[in-house]
């Protein structure tokens, strides 16, 4: 059964940065693509973008370009979104998934707080 | 970036049937923009029920079923279990990017 375990919590000051990790497991790294997806306390989801494992290609959502870095290490079938200049409103919970229709797996989130 | 709009709520009786919706700002949501359905219950992290309009995962109960309706995807629950409360999310591909709707919470009284 594919397994990804994520990172532990993180409480960040506004303007650090926060690394997650998400590593997977029973199945072949490298052929699905890795999404992160994050939820704020009480609201909806939202989607950050992808991680092609195979070959480090990225696709990231609008809102994040520019502050967002998805990365991965195939030696250890990891992958990273490294999420920068922090605000209070990053307070949120995050997910990675995936699966051969991209969205079948998923983490079991890692909350990320964001306060002074 | 595409707006993608759910009901907020909605309410449904043990055994009956109920149908989400998910509409776009761009217009009609088609197969092209391979609609998925996912169920999210307090404290836990999503789970797929449906991908790509109307296909179900192993895991997903017979009594759900998605369509495109009206010029929108559609989530149909036929049946309503009491284990059936929760949030319900769709998604959709605009050109390459992925975007949520708000998500309807469904409550079975």
């Known amino acids: 059964q594919v397994q990804l375990v994520q990172s532990g919590a993180e409480v960040k000051k506004p303007g650090a940065s926060v690394k997650v990790s998400c590593k997977a497991s029973?199945?072949?790294?490298?052929?699905?693509?890795i999404q992160w997806v994050r939820q704020a306390p009480g609201q909806g989801l939202e989607w950050m973008g992808w991680?092609?494992?195979?070959?480090?290609?990225?696709y990231y959502a609008q809102k994040f370009q520019g502050r967002v870095t998805m990365a991965r290490d195939t030696s250890i079938s990891t992958a990273y979104m490294e999420l920068s200049r922090l605000r209070s409103d990053d307070t949120a919970a995050y997910y990675c998934?995936?699966?051969?229709?991209?969205?079948?797996?998923w983490g079991q989130g890692t909350l990320v707080t964001v306060s002074s | 970036q595409a707006v993608v709009t759910q009901e907020p709520s909605l309410t449904v009786s043990p055994g009956g049937t109920v149908t989400l919706t998910c509409g776009s700002s761009?217009?009609?949501?088609?197969?092209?923009?391979?609609p998925y359905w996912f169920q999210q219950k307090p404290g836990q992290a999503p789970r797929t029920l449906i991908y790509?309009?109307?296909n179900k995962h192993s895991w997903t109960p017979a009594r759900f079923s998605g369509s495109l309706l009206g010029g929108k995807a559609a989530l149909t629950l036929s049946g309503a279990q009491p284990e059936d409360e929760a949030e319900y999310y769709c998604?959709?591909?605009?050109?390459?990017?992925?975007?949520f709707g708000g998500g309807t919470k469904l409550t079975v009284l």
């Open positions: 761009t217009g009609a949501v088609t197969s092209g923009h391979y």
């Open positions: 998934a995936t699966g051969g229709h991209y969205f079948d797996y």
């Open positions: 029973e199945y072949t790294f490298t052929g699905y693509f």
């Open positions: 991680i092609n494992p195979n070959n480090g290609g990225t």
């Open positions: 998604l959709v591909s605009h050109s390459g990017a992925r975007v």
């Open positions: 790509d309009t109307n």
